[in-house]
């Protein structure tokens, strides 16, 4: 093959990992970094350019040409970093004045280094960036559906307003939290049944995978919670400026079911803007877990018994509930009445409500952990009975 390129003009592709191997046969060196050309040179100036810097980290911040580098290694007060370009002539005094390291990179070090400088937590994990298309469209549908929605609500109202002459005030129903919640327990079951597959089919790391999922699952969350609170506050301001009217705003809640008036009026200050921005949040956590979770047994279990578990056991219960309800209708009320008084006892006591949300939410993701840590790929899933 060299013999042959020795006597005629062509490109000769080595697809390697072993830079080593291959690096007495290159003449020119390009590496690029996400998109960028950091280095485009012959290789000897390369290898002129290339070094390892290492101290005690009071010295080398002396040094202008580290100023905007991050160590490789960091050893108590010792400091390694790899720098690739010219060194100046104040830092080559420093450097051997302050009796600093310097050594020579080789060529495979410094498309390593190079490519390791700077990485986010994003580039670290792949699977962050394998799971960002899907909880993007679920973002998208959700902001979506909520302006829609919200929307018809507020122009429902601006409608119904202008054709009366009275001052009383505009009752507006927001539906935005019962809609996060929705999204995001489909999003946790479907990130689980569809996507783990796939990802841990590129490279194995479940543990990563989870850890990508989780901090997609913070990201999601929150982003809900926070357009959800934003988009009625601001449909609240636009109904009030259109028609000069009073706005009660009521988000779904068992509070606002019942109340007295059968409607819950908020006192949409910032204080409230926080507090049920925290509230949506962790319950859009919870919610997303819980998918998790049950997406997780469904990945695991074979397909007859997933139709037992979430179809034939939800409709038996069903049945025996409304068999017991026509045999014994007093009893069935009065379990339904304190099965109400105990959710609004919990609605009406933020710190009990939140206690309990956390606690589901950590059972939730360590069962769905337990059933997807030694899960295998897609045509071996449903193992476990």
Request: with cysteine.
């Amino acid at each position: 093959m060299l013999d042959s390129y020795m006597h005629d003009n062509r490109t000769i592709i080595i697809s390697t990992h072993l830079i080593n191997e291959v690096e007495e046969l290159l003449e020119k060196v390009v590496i690029i970094k996400d998109g960028e050309v950091k280095v485009d040179d012959y290789i000897d100036e390369v290898r002129e350019k290339s070094y390892y810097i290492s101290g005690k980290k009071e010295d080398l911040d002396r040094l202008s040409i580290l100023k905007d580098e991050t160590p490789i290694k960091v050893f108590g007060s010792n400091v390694t970093y790899s720098y690739y370009e010219d060194l100046n002539e104040e830092d080559l005094v420093l450097i051997e004045d302050l009796n600093i390291d310097i050594d020579k990179m080789s060529l495979q070090d410094l498309f390593i280094n190079m490519n390791k400088k700077g990485r986010s937590y994003m580039n670290k994990n792949p699977y962050f960036n394998f799971l960002k298309k899907d909880f993007r469209q679920i973002t998208s549908i959700f902001i979506v559906m909520i302006v829609v929605n919200i929307g018809t609500t507020a122009i429902s109202n601006i409608y119904s307003s202008l054709q009366s002459y009275d001052n009383e005030p505009i009752r507006f129903f927001s539906q935005a939290g019962s809609m996060g919640v929705m999204i995001c327990f489909i999003c946790g079951i479907m990130i689980t049944l569809k996507n783990f597959s796939g990802a841990i089919g590129i490279k194995g790391d479940r543990v990563g995978y989870i850890k990508a999922f989780v901090m997609w699952s913070l990201i999601i969350s929150l982003v809900v919670a926070l357009f959800g609170t934003a988009i009625e506050l601001g449909y609240k301001i636009l109904i009030e400026s259109i028609t000069n009217k009073e706005v009660l705003l009521r988000s779904n809640s068992i509070r606002g079911y019942t109340s007295d008036v059968g409607f819950n009026i908020i006192n949409t200050n910032f204080t409230w803007f926080l507090k049920s921005i925290f509230n949506r949040f962790m319950t859009n956590l919870t919610l997303m877990y819980t998918g998790y979770m049950l997406g997780a047994i469904g990945y695991r279990l074979k397909p007859i018994y997933n139709i037992i578990l979430f179809i034939i056991t939800p409709v038996t219960f069903i049945a025996f509930i409304v068999n017991m309800a026509i045999k014994n209708e007093d009893f069935i009320m009065e379990i339904g009445m304190k099965f109400i008084d105990a959710v609004v006892f919990i609605c009406e006591n933020p710190m009990v409500s939140i206690l309990i949300k956390l606690v589901f939410m950590i059972f939730a993701f360590i069962v769905g952990t337990r059933f997807l840590i030694k899960a295998s790929t897609n045509e071996y899933a449903h193992d476990l009975i």
